[in-house]
């Protein structure tokens, strides 16, 4: 499998192509998308946001990835406010910069209407057995009594949305491979 670093490489050398490159990274919890956008942002000199810090609660699956596109996509004063998660409420608001690329991250990212409004969406395959063996790893015992919950809307979006089906790169994150469409 090739490195990680080697993938951000390419698909920053596809998305510089754009006047401000706007990527959505999607997949399953635990899929790679937090380190795939780690290594992505800095080689476009982007902006990262994680949906994780916009998610209202653990329902909040749709939500958020509706207020992606009103709020950081379409908006003409782009931002969000952040989620408080140890006090479940409203947290402080982060502006965009507008002018800047922006590389988005997490479950929910590429909806039909997010794709639209962005340069480029990639999707990260990975078996749902492993995602969550490296989720849980990830997040331990805060997350694992809402790891059913969550996939749950993973998979209501998926069934919604087909993620990676409109995605213009998909990224088996077992293997390394990328799958190449829209180009």
Same mark, same amino acid.
């Given at each position: 499998?090739?490195?990680?670093?080697?993938?951000?490489?390419?698909?920053? /050398?596809?998305?510089? =192509?754009?006047? #401000?490159?706007?990527?959505? +990274?999607?997949?399953?919890?635990?899929?790679?998308?937090?380190?795939?956008? =780690?290594?992505?942002?800095? /080689?476009?000199?982007? /902006? *990262?946001? @994680?949906?994780?810090?916009?998610?209202?609660?653990?329902?909040? *699956?749709?939500?958020?990835?509706?207020?992606?596109?009103? @709020?950081?996509?379409?908006?003409?004063?782009?931002?969000?406010w952040g989620w408080d998660?140890?006090?479940?409420?409203?947290?402080?608001? @982060?502006? +965009?910069?507008?002018?800047?690329p922006l590389v988005l991250?997490?479950?929910?990212?590429?909806?039909? #209407?997010?794709?639209?409004?962005?340069?480029?969406?990639?999707?990260?395959?990975?078996?749902?057995?492993? #995602? /969550?063996? #490296?989720? *849980? =790893?990830?997040?331990?015992?805060?997350?694992?009594? @809402?790891?059913?919950?969550?996939?749950?809307?993973?998979?209501?979006?998926?069934?919604?949305?087909?993620?990676? =089906? +409109?995605?213009? +790169?998909?990224?088996?994150?077992?293997?390394?491979?990328?799958?190449?469409?829209?180009?």
């Amino acid at each position: 499998m090739p490195e990680l670093t080697v993938v951000a490489a390419e698909l920053a /050398q596809t998305a510089r =192509a754009a006047t #401000r490159p706007v990527v959505l +990274i999607d997949g399953g919890s635990g899929a790679g998308k937090s380190t795939l956008a =780690a290594l992505l942002a800095p /080689q476009l000199g982007a /902006q *990262l946001l @994680h949906l994780e810090d916009m998610y209202r609660g653990w329902d909040d *699956l749709a939500g958020t990835s509706e207020r992606v596109h009103t @709020h950081v996509l379409v908006s003409e004063a782009p931002g969000w406010w952040g989620w408080d998660w140890d006090r479940a409420r409203l947290g402080a608001w @982060h502006p +965009i910069d507008p002018t800047l690329p922006l590389v988005l991250e997490g479950s929910g990212a590429l909806s039909r #209407r997010n794709r639209s409004a962005a340069t480029l969406g990639i999707w990260i395959e990975l078996d749902a057995a492993t #995602r /969550q063996t #490296r989720a *849980l =790893a990830r997040d331990g015992e805060r997350y694992a009594p @809402h790891w059913n919950r969550w996939a749950a809307q993973e998979a209501a979006f998926a069934a919604r949305e087909s993620p990676a =089906a +409109i995605a213009d +790169i998909v990224l088996d994150a077992a293997s390394g491979d990328l799958t190449l469409r829209n180009f």
